[in-house]
């Protein structure tokens, strides 16, 4: 019990670093890095070989990935985005995105599609994964819902994570047994391949 108190500690210690990494970015800077984001994205073999990716409807701080919305729909692809179910909590499902007026606020505030009809976890050949940082093997530090955990165990698609440059660790994160690692991480700078897919 010790050592998982301690874990949660850190974790919480790591929210905070991160978070106020996330504060220090201007509006214009996280547009512009958001926009080197995608590119980089939208130039990897994990984007050209998918045709069903799950997105993410970015929050305060997080980089936005809407352009690759569009250009997912242009290019034949067809995108989601999660869809929390307030009658099952803390689970997630991935629901058709058609455009932005397909889209209510859901539960946290998030936005989502209105849409009930979902896809099976493993339909989907692609999820990008937003987080408040990731480390060098692929761990995430979220902010401790565990909706994407529980998600990424029911299936099989490519994980890749999103996250600032600043909040690309090369130090191990703290995690726990549940905690579900990334096959790619991608910065506004850089690709990275997780050495092992797990």
């Known amino acids: 019990m010790a050592k998982k108190f301690n874990t949660l500690e850190a974790k919480q210690a790591a929210r905070r670093h991160f978070a106020a990494l996330r504060r220090s970015l201007s509006q214009s800077v996280k547009k512009e890095r958001s926009a080197a984001l995608c590119q980089q994205i939208a130039n990897s073999s ?4 998918a045709e069903k ?23 034949g692809k067809q995108p989601y985005l999660p869809l929390l179910d307030e009658q099952r909590p803390g689970l997630m499902e991935a629901a058709a995105y058609t455009g932005e007026a397909c889209l209510q606020q859901g539960e946290h505030g998030i936005w989502q ?8 976890p ?9 987080a408040l940082a990731f480390d060098v093997i692929g761990y995430r530090l979220g902010f401790g819902g565990g909706y994407y955990d529980r998600y990424l165990l ?7 994570g999103v996250c600032w440059e600043c909040c690309f660790s090369l130090k191990p994160l703290p995690r726990e047994k549940h905690d579900v690692p990334v096959h790619y991480i991608m910065t506004e700078e850089r690709c990275h391949m997780v050495n092992k897919f797990f």
């Open 46 to 49: 994990p984007w050209s070989q």
């Open 53 to 75: 990716i799950l997105f993410y409807w970015p929050l305060a701080g997080e980089a936005d990935v809407r352009l690759l919305l569009q250009q997912a729909q242009k290019q």
């Open 113 to 120: 599609p209105q849409s009930t009809s979902v896809l099976a």
């Open 122 to 130: 493993e339909e989907l050949d692609l999820i990008l994964i937003p």
């Open 154 to 160: 029911r299936t099989q698609a490519i994980r890749l």
